[in-house]
């Protein structure tokens, strides 16, 4: 059973970059043709797409944070990073992992990370 | 960016009833882009519904998602009590947005 976990700092001050870290368990990032994403969700804004990275390392962002955001992967890890810099209470949210299969098999996020909340604040 | 809209915002029903949750968009989504979401309190969304109306893995047949260009309809047959959630549509197939949510309450 295929299985994401979301682990970083759960307070980050304004103005600081966001880093968090989804590992994958039950499966190898390196061995199928998924996309992996992070998706948030806050109160004001509802679900909202960061950007999503193949194991090949290409990634795609939200146009709406793109200059923001960095999405990475490590295969020897298992694991994909995200880094969301710039942040201001707006960013509070809770962030979740999922696998995205929209473009390689018009699934979607069928697999989710518990989620972990994140606060910005000094 | 393709905006969706839901409604109602709020359905009140009761267990055995039928549920209709509607997702308009700005503009034409491809049928296979189009996907349903349930959520409860403290969990992360659960995918129900892909490419408009394929059911996910276990999801149980009275779910069913229907519809094309810019109407798109989630429907339950007949509600079970654990399926009092928050329902969200997304679309996939020009980068991904999500509508607002219709929340399933009961009467």
């Known amino acids: 059973q295929l299985q994401l976990q979301e682990s970083g700092p759960g307070l980050v001050k304004p103005s600081e970059t966001l880093s968090l870290t989804c590992t994958v368990s039950?499966?190898?990032?390196?061995?199928?043709?998924?996309?992996w994403a992070w998706i948030r969700q806050s109160p004001g804004k509802g679900l909202e797409w960061l950007g999503s990275i193949h194991n090949s390392g290409s990634p795609l962002y939200n146009p709406s944070l793109n200059s923001r955001v960095t999405i990475s992967v490590d295969t020897s890890k298992n694991h994909f990073s995200l880094k969301l810099s710039s942040v201001t209470a707006a960013d509070t949210a809770v962030y979740y992992c999922a696998r995205d299969g929209g473009l390689v098999a018009t699934v979607p996020f069928d697999y989710w990370g518990q989620g972990t909340l994140v606060s910005v604040s000094s | 960016e393709i905006v969706l809209t839901q409604s109602p915002g709020t359905l009140s029903l009761s267990p055995g009833e039928r549920a209709t949750l509607s997702c308009r968009a700005s503009?034409?989504?491809?049928?296979?882009?189009l996907a349903w979401y349930q959520q409860k309190p403290g969990q992360a969304p659960r995918l129900l519904i892909y490419g408009t109306s394929n059911r996910a893995t276990a999801i149980p047949d009275r779910f069913s998602g229907s519809g094309s260009g810019t109407d798109f309809t989630l429907t339950i047959s007949r509600l079970e009590p654990e399926d009092f959630a928050v329902y969200y549509c997304?679309?996939?197939?020009?980068?991904?947005?999500f509508g607002q949510g219709t929340k399933l309450e009961i009467k």
């Open positions: 039950g499966d190898s990032i390196s061995s199928t043709n998924y996309y």
């Open positions: 503009q034409s989504v491809s049928s296979s882009y």
């Open positions: 997304q679309q996939y197939g020009s980068s991904y947005t």
